[in-house]
């Protein structure tokens, strides 16, 4: 019973490929989000969604856009893909409950190579 | 702005021995405050929070993190360090009202025999 699962675990691609980064999770959360962590272990967040309705956009390239077709899903798509998007990127989801709202559980990243 | 520092990049420690990981914030409203862990190739999972409760706050494996607001800081500790505990380790500060969680930049923890 994964809580939080992103497909595919491993993306190695060609510079000027788009390729998409699925993220689903059976908590019934109502937010959803995408972290970056580089390699220096750096994580920051990208993109929040509450209820399908995006919320936090961070300082992010336009070639990045989120999609999310529910509440229980939160897809990434890159466009033309370049040398410095290879990280590992983690989808997150939390429920915005008093006292619980900010604890946000991780799914087990994807590491995108790109060459 | 809010933001996290973590003041060691690595801590080395012997098995059986205690564990402290240093964690100092800044934040201009009450912070919500977080400990996660990461261990190789993996996701990063919740060790303990503080939202504005008790101020000694005990997570899961045996860690403990306290929060004391007159020297703004949140440190991590464990009495006795188990070999399964050698991980990245992550204090981060939620950003009031938009759910956005600012990372420290990690600290290596690694526990010899």
Same mark, same amino acid.
């Given at each position: 019973?994964?809580?939080? $699962?992103?497909?595919? %675990?491993?993306?190695?691609?060609? /510079?000027?490929?788009? %390729?998409?980064?699925? !993220?689903? &999770?059976?908590?019934?959360?109502?937010? /959803?989000?995408?972290?970056?962590?580089?390699? %220096?272990?750096?994580? %920051?967040?990208?993109?929040?969604?509450?209820?399908?309705?995006?919320?936090?956009?961070?300082? +992010?390239?336009?070639?990045?856009?989120?999609?999310?077709?529910?509440?229980?899903?939160?897809?990434?798509?890159?466009?033309?893909?370049?040398?410095?998007?290879?990280?590992? @990127?983690? !989808?997150?989801?939390?429920?915005?409950?008093?006292?619980?709202?900010?604890?946000?559980?991780?799914?087990?990243?994807?590491? =995108?190579?790109?060459? | 702005? &809010?933001?996290?520092?973590?003041?060691?990049?690595?801590?080395?420690?012997?098995?059986?021995?205690? +564990? =402290?990981?240093?964690?100092? @914030? $800044?934040?201009?409203?009450?912070?919500?405050?977080?400990?996660? +862990?990461?261990?190789?190739?993996?996701?990063? &999972?919740? =060790?303990?929070?503080?939202?504005?409760?008790?101020?000694?706050?005990?997570?899961?494996?045996?860690?403990?993190?306290?929060?004391?607001?007159?020297?703004?800081?949140?440190? =991590?500790?464990?009495? $006795?360090?188990? /070999?399964?505990?050698?991980?990245?380790?992550?204090?981060? +500060?939620?950003?009031?009202?938009?759910?956005?969680?600012?990372?420290?930049?990690?600290?290596?923890?690694?526990?010899?025999?």
């Amino acid at each position: 019973d994964t809580a939080v $699962s992103q497909t595919p %675990k491993y993306l190695v691609t060609q /510079m000027g490929n788009d %390729k998409s980064i699925k !993220c689903e &999770q059976n908590l019934g959360h109502d937010t /959803m989000y995408w972290y970056k962590q580089d390699s %220096k272990k750096f994580l %920051k967040i990208m993109f929040s969604y509450n209820n399908k309705e995006l919320i936090i956009n961070e300082t +992010v390239p336009n070639r990045f856009s989120p999609k999310s077709p529910d509440k229980a899903h939160l897809n990434l798509h890159i466009n033309s893909l370049e040398l410095g998007d290879s990280a590992v @990127y983690f !989808c997150a989801s939390s429920q915005a409950r008093e006292g619980r709202r900010f604890e946000q559980y991780f799914g087990p990243g994807t590491r =995108l190579t790109v060459t | 702005a &809010q933001s996290v520092t973590q003041l060691d990049s690595h801590v080395s420690v012997s098995e059986g021995t205690p +564990v =402290l990981l240093r964690c100092n @914030y $800044s934040s201009s409203y009450s912070p919500s405050l977080f400990w996660y +862990v990461q261990h190789p190739n993996k996701g990063l &999972q919740l =060790l303990l929070k503080y939202t504005s409760a008790a101020t000694l706050v005990k997570g899961i494996n045996g860690f403990e993190a306290e929060f004391k607001k007159s020297e703004t800081s949140f440190h =991590l500790t464990k009495p $006795s360090a188990h /070999m399964s505990d050698a991980a990245e380790y992550f204090c981060v +500060v939620s950003e009031s009202g938009y759910n956005k969680l600012i990372f420290g930049a990690g600290t290596r923890l690694a526990v010899h025999p």
